[in-house]
């Protein structure tokens, strides 16, 4: 069967484990403590990194890699436009919110509050978290504003940009790190998300030390 | 006449560049000083990054996706495969370039040397730039790994992969931060990238107060 080795609350992990469940491919998850080094995991995947999968004899790692490689050998639901100028906008906000919303907001928060703890590696520095809760809000605003004029995040279908989206919120809401109250439209938009089956599995997470606040797993939030 | 908006030493400006070349899209070269948050700027591209691509009225941000998005709309010449299995290569490697090298030794190298100064932040911190220099050789020994099993990074031709890769090593060979000697395949292979016409544009470049080293811009390096 194949295998995903994954972190719980790693939003690159949880981005995978939703293109992988919305496309009903069977995966068994495998909690993989990275920080650890096990000479196994470093050579199933050199970066030293989640999520891996593996697929028969061979193993996949780079989330982003993989979601592309998900959605051309299982194109069926497409989680992707079929134009150029739609999976350019798909992949620019996969980026943004891997790259930009990943540094300033799930690094400062998340890391700060839950890694640190998990992999020993000291106490949060408050001046982190205080520029993650303050990134948090303008990004929070800016998805307001692309779902003012779109459906989903990347246009009028859902997408691996959603998926990127709902990866990094979901697991800032395990630690109830966003504000719901901000945006009426982003709520919506995670309330839609929310309610898929693909997103069960993430709901049910648990993290040991750190139970989740009640309306983490409440579809009406 | 098309723009990019770009910073001369930047690995993902230089991977974009070499991407245009190769495929002889002539874009106008407008270097950008994004760390002075010009409003203009924050206009074009919200996340305040670099590269940014202006074609016609639109503008295209995130280096990755711009990639992409030129091999959709411009597939001749190829700078990805066309099945799955070695598609995925070449993401994979170049989210290692990307990610992994850019945060183990571009920005401990580069950036401390050269990206402090020009920007007015402060001097180099030595114990990044010798955790840099350390790492360098890890990932030139992945790459002559890489090569020893294959013509190009990714596989049998020369591909985006491969533009990522030497887009990092060339803006660290402009400091002299590569040690060429440590692995002839890696050498033969940068030698092969570097007298393409699609890397002249980069030869050319010049920053001031760092000039760059003779061998820059010998092909008999």
């Not at 030390?209 to 797993?217: N, S």
Request: glycine content about 4%; aromatic content about 12%; proline content about 7%.
């Amino acid at each position: 069967m194949n295998r995903l080795y994954h972190v719980p609350l790693s939003p690159f992990c949880r981005k995978v484990r939703l293109c992988l469940a919305e496309k009903k491919i069977e995966v068994e998850l495998v909690e993989e403590r990275y920080w650890e080094r096990d000479p196994d995991f470093l050579r199933r995947n050199p970066a030293g990194k989640v999520p891996i999968l593996r697929i028969g004899e061979k193993n996949y790692a780079e989330s982003s890699a993989i979601c592309e490689y998900l959605e051309e050998k299982h194109p069926t639901p497409p989680l992707m436009p079929s134009d150029a100028e739609g999976r350019f906008e798909v992949r620019r906000l996969v980026s943004w919110f891997d790259d930009k919303f990943h540094s300033e907001v799930t690094a400062n928060l998340l890391y700060e509050r839950v890694n640190r703890k998990i992999t020993k590696s000291g106490y949060p520095v408050s001046a982190n978290v205080k520029a993650g809760a303050k990134a948090i809000k303008f990004h929070l605003d800016y998805m307001a504003w692309l779902l003012d004029r779109r459906r989903w995040l990347a246009g009028d279908n859902m997408t691996i940009a959603d998926f990127a989206a709902a990866a990094h919120l979901s697991s800032l809401d395990y630690i109830s790190d966003v504000d719901w109250n901000r945006s009426a439209v982003v709520k919506d938009w995670y309330a839609k998300i929310k309610s898929r089956p693909a997103f069960r599995s993430l709901l049910a997470d648990q993290v040991p030390g750190f139970p989740p606040p009640e309306h983490y797993t409440d579809l009406d939030f």
